[in-house]
């Protein structure tokens, strides 16, 4: 990696330069592929077909990736253009969360979370469903037992991030169980040729949550949740900064990276006290789906959700930074998952940076003006 000729400059035309000159220089990492994905980034964040602005913009958040560790979809999501460097540098950036997590999330251990079915198996009591894993033909059996008690359920692949892959389903009289088991897995196999380096088939099949009114009448086409995110330091687990999590567009995934909105919530009194946010920028205090008011909305039994995210972060000692999805049943809470590399949404819908309170938590913080230039950091024992 070649990045001799970087440098920190307000100048317009000289950022463009440094970008193009970094690109050249390093092909091995600016290969085709790179190059569209970025490329599509700004097509789409600007709504532009314009090559020029497309051009001009991709090497802006090339420059922007090498000064600030932000990704293309950061660039956008948090204006960052617009903003002094200062005000940039504050962003907890891609880049950046990638050092706090391996500092604080041993690397042989993410797995407890990201693999679906051994989350399940470590929370039972806190998930409060019914969850199966189905690796191959081998489980029919398991399918069959499994869709005769829940003939509407959700499937997940076992290890895919961001709410990819994640789709609600039901057993109709149309097909046999047969024919939907192995959809199944045909769409298993077609998920590691969708998704660059993803090898495994496996699902989990989960039984559907049943959120109360109060959440679904924001959209009942998708189950609605808080995210609660837990820093632990030894036995002690405080929490940060949870959001709201709402669905949009009929879809079922409540991701921001499927246009859905993130709302701050005060994590004294349990009150959404932001609007709605994009990551396309857009801020509605009324869900436009439905006219339902996001700022303001008081989350019902607050307090038991935040205990039973304290109590999960208790139960995995090498992992100390953890986003926990929560929803809200007629039974209670439950946890719909845990992240171990959740996104700080925060800081699009409070519209600013919080590496400073990040790291006033954590007791640690980065040494280093550029994240690149940061030694390995390894999870501290």
Known sequence: MDLTCFKLTENEQERLSIAEEIINKN????????????????????????QETIEKYYLLSVYYY??????????????LLHKTHDEVSQYVTVHKKCLYRDRFNKKEDVYLLNDKYIAYSLLKDEYKRD???INGKDDFDIFCDFVKKHPKFVVKPRSLRQGHGVFCTEITGDHTI????????????????KYNNYQDT??????????????????????????????????????????????????????AIYGTFDAGIDAETGIVNTPGATEMR???NIHPDTGERILGFQIPKWQEAIELAVQAAKKFDTLRMIGWDLVLTPKGW?????????AFMWELYE?????????????????????????PICFAE
Request: aromatic share 16%; net charge negative; glycine share 6%.
């Open 202 to 255: 496996a699902f989990v099949l989960e039984e559907v949550i049943e959120q109360v009114p109060e959440f679904a009448k924001f959209h009942p086409q998708s189950i609605n949740g808080v995210r609660i995110n837990t820093f632990r330091n030894g036995d002690e687990v405080k929490t940060f900064k949870p959001w709201f999590k709402i669905g949009r567009f009929g879809q079922f995934v409540t991701s």
């Open 282 to 284: 857009e801020y509605m």
């Open 131 to 133: 969850v199966v894993c």
């Open 27 to 50: 092909r091995q990492i600016y290969k085709e592929n790179v190059v569209k994905s970025i490329k599509d980034t700004v097509r789409h964040s600007m709504n532009t077909e314009d």
């Open 351 to 375: 519209d600013k940076g919080s590496q400073s309170e990040i790291e006033e938590i954590f007791g640690w913080h980065l040494t280093k003006q550029f994240w690149w230039e940061e030694p």
């Open 178 to 193: 047969e024919w939907h088991f192995n959809e199944l897995l045909n769409t298993g196999k077609q998920y590691t040729e």
């Open 334 to 342: 439950c946890i719909m998952e845990g992240n171990t590399s959740g």
């Open 66 to 79: 090498w000064a600030y560790g932000s990704s293309a979809e950061e660039f956008f999501m948090f204006d």
